[in-house]
């Protein structure tokens, strides 16, 4: 079946720093990705919309200028954490659409401010 | 996009059947219901999706009434490693985000 990864599958850093995190959709190409977050024994909650080729679509309270997205390909889409802080620790989710319309979703990547 | 209510969490005990039910009144003409499995620290994987009646896969079972405003996810004979949060949610098969409820934290007891 389709396969989404992601890279890294957890990363520590600093106050202050830029974090980078990919979402590849391996075997299939995704004009659309998703970005998720994920706070411990919360939900997933939807960040952005990726368009491949076009600015992503931004939810409601969630900072354009700080989660940079970038979707260059069709099977490739970044999210970089801007001067990340530790209440932007969290777990973040990439999800894509596969041709016949099933969403399939990342492993996860664990992001950890200090 | 449709908001759907699950029971927060569920106890059940090795081998027997579980039945989710999950309620999505607004569900579109055009949505299809998917379930889908997440573990600590893992993305969600896909269990089942459906339109309407009954849908049945190697895992699960899905059934949904005629007014869709509705589903039930059952999982036949669980096991301890099926302690995962489930969660429903109702979608199209475009480009349009899926949206998460709660879930329903399923612990199974040996």
């Known amino acids: 079946g389709a396969v989404v990864s992601q890279h890294p599958s957890r990363v520590i850093c600093k106050s202050g720093t830029s974090v980078k995190i990919e979402c590849r959709s391996l075997?299939?190409?995704?004009?659309?990705m998703f970005w998720y977050r994920q706070f411990p024994k919360q939900s997933l909650m939807l960040m952005a919309t990726?368009?491949?080729?076009?600015?992503?679509?931004?939810e409601q309270g969630v900072e354009k200028d700080k989660f940079l997205i970038n979707h260059a390909s069709l099977t490739l889409s970044t999210l970089t954490v801007t001067s990340a802080h530790p209440e932007d620790s969290s777990f973040y989710i990439c999800?894509?659409?596969?041709?016949?319309?099933?969403?399939?979703f990342g492993p996860g990547t664990r992001l950890t401010v200090t | 996009l449709a908001k759907t209510t699950q029971p927060i969490s569920m106890d059940s005990y090795e081998g027997q059947e579980v039945n989710i039910t999950c309620s999505h009144n607004?569900?579109?003409?055009?949505?299809?219901i998917t379930w889908y499995q997440q573990f600590p620290s893992q993305g969600p994987r896909f269990i089942i999706q459906?339109?309407?009646t009954k849908v049945t896969n190697e895992v699960a079972s899905l059934f949904i009434p005629a007014d869709r405003k509705s589903s039930t996810l059952s999982l036949p004979r669980v096991s301890l490693s099926d302690t995962a949060v489930y969660y429903c949610?109702?979608?199209?098969?475009?480009?349009?985000?899926?949206?998460f409820g709660k879930g329903t934290r399923l612990s199974v007891i040996a």
């Open positions: 999800s894509a659409s596969g041709r016949e319309g099933f969403r399939y």
């Open positions: 949610l109702g979608g199209n098969s475009g480009n349009t985000p899926l949206v």
């Open positions: 990726s368009n491949e080729g076009s600015k992503a679509t931004y």
């Open positions: 607004n569900i579109a003409t055009n949505d299809y």
């Open positions: 075997d299939f190409q995704a004009t659309t």
């Open positions: 459906g339109y309407k």
